[in-house]
Structure formats: C-alpha cells, structure tokens
C-alpha cells in the first residue's frame, strides 16, 4: 500500500510541473486537427475510390 501512496505522490508532483497550454491554444490546435482530419479523410476516401474502379476495371471486365 505504501508503494500505490508514493506513486501517487509521485503522480501529482510530476503533473504540477506540466506547461499547460491556455484556451485559445488549446482551441487553435483542435481546428488545425479537425481540419487536418477531414482533408485526410477526403483523401483516403477518393483513394479508395480509385483503387475500388482499378479493381473494377482489371478483374470484373
């Protein structure tokens, strides 16, 4: 039991010593996320696409 009290003291300094960022970075870096996500996931669907009418083309024809 003693070892859970120090990992947890343990736990709660290392967390005191963390930059946390303030709210509007914290705002900007998830639109650059979701964005990121949603041109990303654009690209892998129309690979997908493409891929899906190779496959189309060469083994259905």
Known sequence: MA???L???DSIKELKKV???DKP???ETSIIVGIST???AAFLWLVDI???QLF???FYN
Do not use: E, R
């Open 19 to 21: 930059h946390w960022p």
């Open 25 to 27: 970075t914290v705002i």
């Open 56 to 58: 189309k083309t060469f």
């Open 50 to 52: 493409g891929i899906a």
């Open 7 to 9: 990992f947890w003291n």
């Open 3 to 5: 070892s859970l009290k």
């Open 38 to 40: 949603v041109i990303f």
